[in-house]
C-alpha cells in the first residue's frame, strides 16, 4: 500500500477511535493525518512520470506546503479567470475542472489542518473530520484511474 494510503486509512482510524465519546486529540490528529495523505498523494502524481525512480523520493523532499498552497490558489483563480472569460468552452474542459477541484482541495484541507493543528479556541466536531477524509478520500478515487488515463490527463494539463 501507498504511503499516502497507509496516512488515509489512519486518518481513518483515528476518526473512530472513540466512539460515542470523541476525543479532541484523536479528532485533530485525524484531520492533520488526512491532509498529509493528500500531500504525499500530490508528490507521487507529481513525481510519478519523473525519469529516474530512485531519485523520486529525494524530489518528493523539494515540495514545501506553502508554495504548494501559493500555486493551488494561482490556479485556481487562473482556472476560475478562464471560466469567467470562456464559458462555453472551458466549462468543458474536463482537465481544467479536475485540477480546480485538486487545487481547492488542497487548499481547503491545508486549512482545516492549521485549524485542527493550532487553533485550540474551539473544538473540532466529528462533522469537520468526516469532510476532510471525505475530501481527501474523493481527490483519492480520483487520481486512481488508470495509468494511460493519467498520462493522457497530465499531457492535456501542460
Known amino acids: 500500500m501507498a504511503f ?22 484523536s479528532l485533530r490528529r485525524a484531520v492533520s493525518t488526512a491532509y498529509y495523505a493528500l500531500f504525499h498523494l500530490l508528490i507521487s502524481e507529481a513525481t510519478a512520470n ?22 493551488s490558489a494561482t490556479k485556481v483563480s487562473e482556472i476560475n479567470a478562464a471560466f469567467k472569460n470562456n464559458s462555453q468552452e472551458k466549462a468543458k474542459d474536463s482537465v ?26 474551539r473544538e473540532v466536531t466529528p462533522v ?7 475530501s481527501v478520500s474523493e481527490r483519492r478515487q480520483n487520481e486512481a484511474r488508470s495509468p494511460t488515463e493519467r498520462t493522457e490527463r497530465r499531457k492535456r494539463a501542460s
Not at 497507509?6 to 470523541?22: C, I, T
Not at 525512480?53 to 506546503?65: K, N, Q, S, T, V
Not at 469537520?128 to 471525505?134: K, R
Open 50 to 71: 519523473w525519469a529516474r525512480p530512485e531519485l523520486r523520493a529525494i524530489l518528493g523532499r523539494c515540495f514545501d506546503h506553502g508554495q504548494m498552497k501559493t500555486a
Open 128 to 134: 469537520e473530520v468526516d469532510l476532510q477524509i471525505a
Open 4 to 25: 499516502h494510503d497507509d496516512l488515509l486509512e489512519l486518518a481513518q482510524h483515528l476518526a473512530n477511535l472513540h466512539p460515542g465519546s470523541p476525543h479532541q486529540a
Open 96 to 121: 481544467a475542472v479536475h485540477l480546480r477541484g485538486v487545487a481547492d482541495a488542497f487548499i481547503q484541507a491545508q486549512q482545516r489542518r492549521n485549524y485542527a493543528d493550532y487553533d485550540r479556541t
